[in-house]
């Protein structure tokens, strides 16, 4: 039984290459890991359930089948299949052995579910059992509890989220990325960026009509309460949903433990808890605010993201769609896709700004998300916020990220300008 499950789950031995329909969109974080390659550390890829991490593996092993890598030399592992899960770690190298002694590739997809997998992965890895190790994980744990305390400097981690803005023109059938060539689609383009924000990212939902997107978001978010929370932590699945669409619904905004259990009716140790454990199945993300003490930073309130702006929609308790908070939302999953150092920032005074990238200590970026700047009420408090913030870190450049105004704006010095969000997310 065990046999058996291992070889469906690597169908290339069979095939003698990678079956196409298993590659998929290729994917910008692929690149990265197909980079490091010529280290021998374990690659941890991480993300959310569905958010293309299996396929992320299956194109790293076609790229070793393309460099010569034997296809039976590959071996992939899916915790997720009941038999494989079932069976003791050592059992498994057993069959491993017994199916093929020259294993050189191992591939472990949801390794979470197992119990005691990062000693028995340390094991493999120090004793050189295997050329190179891949883990994909759906749990926060992996990128700092489990692997930082047992695989301490034997690993190295890339995060899967769901598709950014390029990738998923790509998955909408786009061949041509070229800058000219999307500028002189532009309005096509706007048709898109409105449908990725709306609609999401993760791959399986891109291009369905909107019943099916929110019965397939909307059945991913129970199969997360209730696998990745509920059995995992032993969570109350009533409270982790309640607490759930909260945050969701509010997300970009600031939150405390206390308003939270306020607006859940829980005890405030409870809404950190439960907070805890959405932030573990990477369903929310916290942003926090920008401050040269640490310990302000850890004191005053952050605000949440969700995972994906489709799952948003599909979840959150709201009357109609808020472009605004959509657009910050996508923006703040981008930022963390470049791999910044991000904050946001507020004043005492009450000004605002939705993001600061700083390198080492020195601020680089603010990054204001204004989805219409043709109300010159909105425009003035953008910019009384950035020239302020400009102000208070010495920076004399500021950008507002937009629908789709492109014009510069010179404030007390301070060079603002405006940009349209598709060509910010498009890198262009």
Partial sequence: M?????????????????PQDLIGIKRDVTDSIIKSLDTPHIKDVIGVRRSGKTTV???????LMDIGVAPEHILFLNFDDPAINAAPLDEILTSIYKINPEISHLFLDEIQQKEGWERWVRTLYDTKRFSQIFLSGSSASLLTQDIGRVLSGRHITFDVTPFSFTEYLTKRGWENLEPEYLMYNRDK??????????????????????????????????????RDI??????????????????????????????????????????????????????????????YKLKSQFKQNKKTYTVDTG????????????????????????????????YYWKSSGGYEVDFVQKTGQQVQILLQVSWDVRNDKTRKRELRS???????????????????????????????????????????
Avoid at 231 to 241: I, T
Avoid at 390 to 403: K, Q, S
Wanted: with cysteine; aromatic share 12%.
């Fill in 2 to 18: 065990l046999e058996q499950s291992i070889r469906l789950w690597n169908p290339w031995w069979a095939e003698k290459s990678m």
């Fill in 57 to 63: 593996l299956y194109q790293v092993a076609a790229y």
């Fill in 189 to 226: 383009i706007l048709y898109y960026q409105k449908t990725y924000l709306e609609e999401g990212g993760f791959p399986e939902t891109i291009g369905m009509n909107e019943f099916n997107q929110k019965k397939i978001l909307t059945s991913l978010y129970s199969d997360i309460i209730a």
């Fill in 230 to 291: 509920s059995a995992r932590f032993g969570a109350s699945h009533e409270v982790a949903a309640k607490i759930c669409q909260l945050m969701i619904t509010n997300s970009t905004s600031e939150y405390s433990f206390n308003s939270v259990a306020k607006a859940a009716h829980i005890a405030i140790e409870t809404a950190e808890k439960y907070i805890g454990y959405l932030k573990e199945s990477l369903l929310i993300i916290d942003l926090p605010v920008f401050s």
């Fill in 311 to 342: 799952l948003r929609n599909a979840i959150s308790f709201r009357f109609t769609p808020d472009m605004g908070k959509l657009a910050e939302n996508a923006v703040f999953l981008e930022l963390k896709r470049r791999n910044g150092e991000i």
């Fill in 386 to 428: 950035l020239c302020r913030a400009c102000e208070e870190f010495g920076v004399v450049n500021a950008m507002i990220l937009t629908e789709d105004t492109e014009e510069i704006e010179e404030q007390n010095g301070v060079k603002i300008t405006y940009y349209p969000l598709w060509k910010w997310l498009l890198d262009i």
